[in-house]
């Protein structure tokens, strides 16, 4: 291969890694400036014919938005205090943007509204068949419900654990960590349950019941109705003893068929970590390769479960065999759905998990941008008014933004988390959708579910030391991908949109986003990063 083709080709891997990182909806900002940032070059761009600002810019924001790199770019500003509907500032807010992962805003909410903020999911596991001194001459049928976690997240004090990067974006970003639960948790309390039942044999089979809805290829990623460690494994690699000895590796969960080998070396310290997952068509066997830095942090990276069904059945075996229970049935091979009967009436429930309530999973689905719960919300109000079509969770969704004061015709959705192309949203419809849980006894509990800037999710990594940390509730967003024909990085919008803490338990919506920037590198795409969580830091010390 030329060098001219090799960096080609080393361009494009940065370009599309580049773009699956951001499609997830993390805004990877360093501090936020805690100096107003110096303009370079002749205003130009974005303050060109722009309409004037209600309100006015603090002079710091004015510079931002007039730098040279927003030449062709469109900023969008709006903020409102809700309570008496003030417009404050208001800059193209009724033009549509790319919403990125803010669209979680409003499928999160829709799914909130629809179920309850306390509504638990109850995962029955059912005894179909006859049962006598123990053994159960029958199936055990686990019921899925659409249950986000299963427990693999849920701390002792029944709240949803989270880290700053989540696992799901191992892949595409850097400094990805796992939780310290069990990602079994929820199957291994079924397992054992089953077993102070009473049943200790099982003359059957075990069978994943998956009925309650359809996956809707349409929404990627594809929603379940049984998920576990969110249909993927961890493959955690930790560096050797030193240069050139084999690296170290930590899988979980581990089930059966599935097995991991790993090539990966140590190389000297201070070398970037590359390493490589690649599945068997199955995703049953995983094989990691590359390198990792001597005495570096351990490097989290991820395989898909292909079939939850099958891998589920599995999983809950080899639980049953954990607690005692013997099933004869061979725990590896497919989810035999074709012994399901028509209904339980009359089958014995021997065991159920109970989920943390919604709000929990709400809170997961927006600090980290949870992309298949976002999706999931789609299917949960689907589910919800007796339908197995995904699909006919946007009119549930379509009647509730109009019950809470949305213009409907200023949001355009084809998914729950933002990253179909048909995506759109103007400033003011999220701030409708903001300002609608302020008039709502939860106002708080969802208020404080968003990232908060310096503190936590998404934002965790901004502004930690300047005035505007800790004051600013508010979901991010990012859309990007390759500009072959400039070489460049297409952000096709960096936004963020929520809350501003005024004093006194008073709290300002806003929105604040760029249409059309384009950066030379990932340098360049974590500046424009910088420059929206500036904005939104510049407009709560205006307010507070």
């Given at each position: 291969?030329?060098?001219?083709?090799i960096?080609?080709?080393?361009?494009?891997?940065?370009?599309?890694?580049t773009?699956?990182?951001?499609?997830a909806g993390?805004?990877?900002?360093?501090l936020?400036r805690?100096t107003?940032?110096?303009?370079?070059?002749?205003?130009?761009?974005?303050?060109?014919?722009?309409p004037?600002?209600?309100?006015?810019?603090d002079?710091?924001?004015?510079?931002?938005?007039?730098?040279?790199?927003?030449?062709?770019?469109?900023?969008?500003?709006?903020?409102?205090?809700?309570r008496?509907?003030?417009?404050?500032?208001?800059?193209y807010a009724?033009?549509?943007?790319?919403?990125?992962?803010?669209?979680k805003?409003?499928?999160?909410?829709?799914?909130?509204?629809?179920?309850?903020?306390?509504?638990?999911?109850?995962?029955?596991?059912?005894?179909?068949?006859?049962?006598?001194?123990?053994?159960?001459?029958?199936?055990?049928?686990?019921?899925?419900?659409?249950?986000?976690?299963?427990?693999?997240?849920t701390?002792k004090?029944g709240?949803v654990?989270?880290?700053?990067?989540?696992?799901?974006?191992?892949?595409v970003?850097?400094?990805?960590?796992?939780?310290?639960?069990n990602?079994?948790?929820?199957?291994?309390?079924?397992?054992?349950?089953?077993?102070?039942?009473?049943?200790?044999?099982?003359?059957?089979?075990v069978?994943?019941?998956p009925?309650?809805?359809?996956?809707?290829?349409?929404?990627?990623?594809?929603?379940?109705?049984?998920?576990?460690?969110?249909?993927?494994?961890?493959?955690?690699?930790t560096?050797?003893?030193?240069?050139?000895?084999?690296?170290?590796?930590?899988?979980?969960?581990?089930?059966?068929?599935?097995?991991?080998?790993?090539?990966?070396?140590?190389?000297?310290?201070?070398?970037?970590?590359?390493?490589?997952?690649t599945?068997?068509?199955?995703?049953?066997?995983?094989r990691?390769?590359?390198?990792?830095?001597?005495?570096s942090?351990?490097v989290?990276?991820?395989?898909p479960?292909?079939?939850?069904?099958?891998?589920?059945?599995?999983?809950?075996?080899e639980?049953?065999?954990?607690?005692?229970?013997?099933?004869?049935?061979?725990?590896?091979?497919?989810?035999p759905?074709?012994?399901?009967?028509r209904?339980?009436?009359?089958?014995t429930?021997?065991?159920r998990?109970?989920?943390p309530?919604?709000?929990?999973?709400?809170?997961?689905?927006?600090?980290?941008?949870?992309?298949?719960?976002?999706?999931?919300a789609?299917?949960?109000?689907?589910?919800?008014?007796?339908?197995?079509?995904?699909?006919?969770?946007?009119?549930?969704?379509?009647?509730?933004?109009?019950?809470?004061?949305?213009?409907?015709?200023?949001?355009?959705?084809?998914?729950?988390?933002?990253?179909?192309?048909?995506?759109?949203?103007t400033p003011?419809?999220?701030?409708?959708?903001?300002?609608?849980?302020q008039?709502t006894?939860?106002?708080?509990?969802?208020?404080?579910?968003?990232?908060?800037l310096?503190v936590?999710?998404?934002?965790?990594?901004?502004?930690r030391?300047?005035?505007?940390?800790?004051?600013?509730?508010?979901?991010?967003?990012?859309?990007?991908g390759?500009?072959?024909l400039?070489?460049?990085?297409?952000?096709?919008?960096?936004?963020?949109?929520?809350?501003l803490?005024?004093?006194k338990?008073?709290?300002?919506?806003?929105f604040?986003?760029?249409?059309?920037?384009?950066?030379?590198?990932?340098n360049?795409?974590?500046?424009?990063?910088?420059?929206?969580?500036?904005?939104?830091?510049?407009?709560?010390?205006?307010?507070?």
């Amino acid at each position: 291969m030329s060098p001219s083709a090799i960096r080609s080709r080393n361009r494009r891997r940065t370009l599309v890694a580049t773009a699956l990182l951001l499609s997830a909806g993390i805004v990877l900002t360093g501090l936020v400036r805690e100096t107003p940032p110096t303009p370079t070059g002749t205003p130009t761009g974005a303050a060109t014919g722009a309409p004037a600002d209600r309100g006015g810019l603090d002079p710091r924001t004015a510079a931002v938005l007039r730098k040279p790199a927003y030449r062709h770019a469109q900023w969008g500003l709006f903020q409102q205090d809700p309570r008496t509907g003030k417009v404050i500032r208001s800059r193209y807010a009724d033009q549509f943007f790319l919403p990125g992962s803010t669209a979680k805003l409003f499928s999160v909410s829709g799914a909130w509204h629809t179920l309850g903020s306390g509504h638990r999911f109850v995962t029955p596991v059912y005894a179909v068949g006859r049962r006598r001194n123990g053994t159960l001459r029958g199936d055990l049928d686990l019921v899925a419900q659409g249950d986000l976690t299963l427990g693999g997240r849920t701390r002792k004090n029944g709240t949803v654990a989270y880290t700053t990067v989540d696992h799901t974006y191992a892949n595409v970003i850097p400094g990805a960590t796992l939780t310290p639960q069990n990602p079994l948790a929820g199957l291994d309390q079924l397992a054992r349950q089953v077993r102070a039942a009473g049943i200790r044999r099982v003359v059957g089979d075990v069978v994943v019941d998956p009925r309650l809805f359809r996956p809707d290829p349409a929404l990627d990623p594809v929603p379940t109705p049984l998920i576990v460690n969110d249909n993927v494994i961890d493959l955690l690699t930790t560096p050797g003893s030193g240069p050139g000895a084999p690296a170290g590796l930590e899988v979980r969960p581990k089930v059966a068929p599935y097995r991991v080998t790993s090539a990966v070396r140590t190389v000297a310290a201070g070398t970037p970590a590359d390493i490589t997952v690649t599945t068997s068509p199955d995703g049953t066997r995983i094989r990691l390769t590359g390198t990792i830095a001597a005495g570096s942090a351990p490097v989290l990276r991820i395989a898909p479960v292909k079939d939850p069904n099958v891998f589920g059945r599995t999983a809950l075996i080899e639980a049953l065999a954990r607690a005692g229970v013997q099933v004869t049935a061979p725990s590896v091979g497919p989810n035999p759905a074709a012994r399901l009967p028509r209904s339980y009436r009359g089958a014995t429930t021997v065991a159920r998990y109970t989920s943390p309530p919604y709000a929990e999973y709400a809170e997961l689905i927006l600090k980290v941008s949870h992309n298949l719960g976002a999706n999931l919300a789609l299917c949960l109000m689907a589910t919800h008014q007796g339908s197995t079509d995904c699909q006919d969770g946007f009119p549930v969704l379509a009647k509730f933004l109009d019950r809470a004061g949305v213009d409907r015709r200023a949001v355009q959705l084809a998914d729950g988390r933002g990253g179909d192309p048909a995506d759109r949203t103007t400033p003011r419809a999220l701030a409708q959708i903001l300002a609608y849980w302020q008039r709502t006894p939860e106002a708080r509990r969802f208020r404080e579910a968003l990232p908060v800037l310096g503190v936590d999710g998404t934002l965790a990594d901004s502004c930690r030391h300047c005035p505007a940390r800790g004051k600013v509730f508010a979901k991010t967003g990012t859309v990007a991908g390759a500009d072959d024909l400039n070489h460049r990085i297409a952000v096709g919008v960096e936004t963020v949109a929520g809350y501003l803490e005024r004093g006194k338990g008073r709290f300002d919506v806003f929105f604040a986003g760029v249409n059309g920037a384009s950066a030379p590198d990932v340098n360049g795409v974590l500046a424009i990063g910088d420059d929206v969580a500036t904005v939104a830091a510049q407009l709560q010390q205006r307010i507070g």
